[in-house]
């Protein structure tokens, strides 16, 4: 029996995930695990072990019926559910990275409740929920939630950025308040300790993303003690909590979001109360909960339970 993990070195939050499934494969079920697609490259994520990568043309002709596949639904395009004679797991995060899911792998798992009932309402599909995880050893606050000592900025990651709704948002929250501008600081793709120094330097972090499976950003600033704002995402609410570990508005609500982002600039207990919240919420979400959780389901889809 073969673990091939697709995709696992794609430059992408759901595809560490997956890497880390193969992971849990060798290390937890002392099973041979493959990468299939193209080799790591510098980027965001670190990854401690290496796997043999393989193409896609090598696991088409060479997948035996024992042989797992580890699939992220953002590949479903190349409906392997149909095409390999393996068993297939598809950890489902993403629900806006696929036109049409691949409803033909053998399980699914999913990211969080909203990524679950999504599908569920519109394939049918059903199957448990493992959250995410954030490196707690990396994201953390080092010392007290004291947002006065941080910059007085609102982190947006650029790749998530959004740029016709920010100028939006810029432009409201300068209406509603006359002679303020909105402080904006664009994070680029940056490796995840400088992306949680980031974090911990700034007082406030801007979520813009309208729809998400999870969305780790937002779980990753908490945890590093910046004051989270934003869209109300979907996944994001399997930790946040608005009005206790964030404040968050309805898609296209700026007057709404406007006025958060200016109570937690303005308002240092508001912010330092929503900042310590955050910085409990983060350790729940801990890598040593999802191995153990991964190791558990592997062992029963192994064992075809």
């Not at 073969?2 to 890497?19: D, E, I």
């Not at 992220?72 to 629900?95: A, E, T």
């Not at 570990?245 to 200016?262: C, I, S």
């Amino acid at each position: 029996m073969r673990v091939f993990v697709y995709h696992a070195y794609f430059p992408a939050g759901g595809t560490y995930m997956s890497y880390h499934l193969g992971l849990v494969a060798r290390r937890r079920l002392g099973l041979p695990v493959y990468a299939v697609g193209d080799p790591p490259q510098p980027g965001m994520f670190t990854y401690p072990e290496a796997f043999p990568v393989v193409d896609d043309a090598t696991l088409l002709r060479e997948a035996r019926p024992d042989d797992i596949l580890i699939c992220n639904p953002s590949f479903s395009d190349r409906l392997f559910g149909l095409r390999l004679p393996c068993r297939k797991l598809c950890y489902v995060q993403g629900i806006r990275t696929f036109k049409v899911l691949d409803v033909f792998h053998d399980r699914y798992v999913f990211v969080s409740d909203y990524a679950r009932e999504f599908v569920h309402r519109h394939y049918g599909l059903d199957g448990p929920v493992i959250p995410a995880f954030i490196d707690t050893g990396i994201f953390q606050a080092a010392g007290a939630a004291d947002v006065r000592a941080r910059k007085l900025v609102c982190l947006v990651m650029d790749r998530k950025r959004q740029p016709l709704v920010l100028e939006r948002l810029c432009d409201i929250y300068a209406a509603r308040f006359p002679g303020n501008r909105l402080p904006v600081e664009v994070v680029p793709i940056v490796p995840q300790a400088d992306l949680a120094e980031r974090f911990r330097k700034a007082r406030v972090s801007l979520g813009l993303s309208a729809i998400e499976g999870f969305y780790l950003p937002m779980l990753e600033a908490m945890a590093c003690g910046c004051a989270v704002a934003g869209w109300e995402s979907g996944g994001g609410a399997e930790y946040a909590r608005s009005g206790h570990n964030a404040l968050l508005a309805r898609y296209g609500d700026f007057d709404t979001l406007a006025g958060h982002l200016h109570g937690l600039l303005h308002d240092d207990a508001l912010a330092t109360r929503l900042a310590a919240e955050g910085i409990a919420t983060g350790p729940a979400f801990s890598q040593e909960r999802f191995e153990q959780s991964w190791a558990d389901e592997l062992a029963r889809f192994i064992a075809g339970r």
